[in-house]
């Protein structure tokens, strides 16, 4: 049995206008000065890192705590699937197990799926970069789906096969150039190019 990853954020759901609404509230309770326009075009990296950006490094990872606290509050209905998740994650699951592996809390990625109906098999949370490779590897996992640059080369070192969407912040040559083997426009041609691979 196969086992295809997926990414979560901007990959299948449109997290962007969650992500603002939590950050607009950490600035409100924070007062520190974030673009959250600019924090919202660059979905990928773990909260630290962005908060980082933002604050002090000694102020982040309270505020990451508390982003994570405010998150379920404030997201949960602001997001949506992204056009095609549905049927992809359907076609992978007849071809084999789906997983999940995102940078975001997974207890709070979780409930994304179940609110959005989105199925997979495991969901494995708070990995970025060669943290995402790492589970790739102890999975077994033959395929990563995602929209970063950093997805394609998690797949890469984890010698899986890296399918990058461009419904996320970056573009198809980017993607490409970070070892992408396939690039789609969208989750919704997905479906066809598994149902024609061996």
């Known amino acids: ?28 309770e924070s007062g520190a000065t974030i673009d959250t326009d600019l924090v919202v075009s ?37 997001v949506e699937a992204l056009p095609g998740a549905h049927g992809a994650l359907e076609a992978a699951r007849r071809r084999g197990r789906t997983i999940l592996i995102t940078a975001k ?15 997979v098999d495991e969901v494995f949370g708070r990995a970025w970069r060669e943290g995402k490779a790492d589970v790739l590897r102890a999975q077994g996992a033959t395929t990563y789906v995602g929209d970063h640059v950093h997805d394609m080369e998690a797949a890469g070192l984890a010698g899986a096969f890296g399918i990058g969407v461009t419904t996320g912040p970056c573009s198809d040559d ?3 150039a970070s070892g992408a083997g396939l690039v789609l426009a969208s989750l919704e041609e997905l479906p066809e190019w598994l149902a024609h691979r061996r």
Do not use: C, K
């Not at 809390?105 to 199925?119: Q, T, V």
């Open 105 to 119: 809390h997974g207890p709070n990625a979780r409930l994304h799926l179940d609110r959005l109906g989105l199925e």
């Open 42 to 78: 660059r979905l990928g990296p773990p909260v630290e890192w962005e908060l980082a950006q933002w604050m002090p490094a000694t102020d982040v990872d309270r505020w990451a705590d508390r982003y994570r606290e405010l998150y379920p509050v404030i997201a949960l209905d602001l």
């Open 174 to 176: 980017e993607l490409l």
């Open 1 to 28: 049995m196969i086992t295809i990853g997926f990414d979560l954020d901007m990959t299948l759901i449109d997290s962007r206008p969650g992500i603002r609404a939590v950050y607009e509230q950490i600035v409100t």
